[in-house]
């Protein structure tokens, strides 16, 4: 195996000699591949129209709001007066995110439970949705 790359080698290196154009080529043209794929193919997302559905309406459910949409993942689009609009604006492609804040939100925080609060993602684009569920579990815990 050796004594067949060794001769693929030196072929190679006395073509390069012969033809600069080649070498410029060779290291150029890879290296500009790398620069533009790197941009291309990025799984970050940020800036995901979201939808509030706050059925707490509370000073302390507005802060979670708050501190949810405040980051660069999330952009506050709409805030849900019914239930009914959580799917037309999902099924229309409005919004890519629907949190759902329940009724007893701050009282079982201030209790010192565990509150729950459902988060409904657009599962269109799997790889981006999967990024948006990564972003919330972050943002929430």
């Known amino acids: 195996m050796k004594s067949r790359i060794?001769?693929?080698?030196?072929?190679?290196f006395i073509e390069s000699k012969r033809d600069p154009y080649f070498l410029s080529l060779a290291i150029i043209l890879p290296l500009f591949l790398l620069?533009?794929?790197?941009?291309s193919f990025t799984l970050d997302v940020e800036e995901v129209p979201t939808a509030v559905y706050d059925r707490d309406r509370t000073p302390t459910s507005r802060d979670y709001i708050s501190?949810?949409?405040?980051?660069r993942y999330f952009e506050l689009k709409?805030?849900?007066?019914?239930?009914?609009?959580?799917?037309?604006l999902l099924n229309r492609g409005l919004v890519?995110?629907?949190l759902i804040i329940?009724?007893?939100?701050?009282?079982?925080?201030?209790?010192?439970?565990?509150?729950q609060v459902q988060t409904l993602v657009d599962g269109s684009y799997p790889m981006t949705a999967r990024a948006m569920v990564?972003?919330?579990?972050?943002?929430?815990?």
């Open 134 to 141: 990564n972003y919330i579990i972050c943002i929430c815990t």
């Open 67 to 71: 501190h949810f949409v405040d980051s």
């Open 78 to 88: 709409y805030y849900l007066q019914d239930e009914r609009e959580i799917s037309r």
């Open 35 to 39: 620069f533009i794929f790197s941009y």
């Open 6 to 12: 060794i001769p693929i080698i030196k072929k190679e």
């Open 102 to 115: 329940p009724q007893d939100f701050s009282r079982s925080l201030a209790r010192g439970l565990k509150a």
């Open 96 to 98: 890519r995110v629907v």
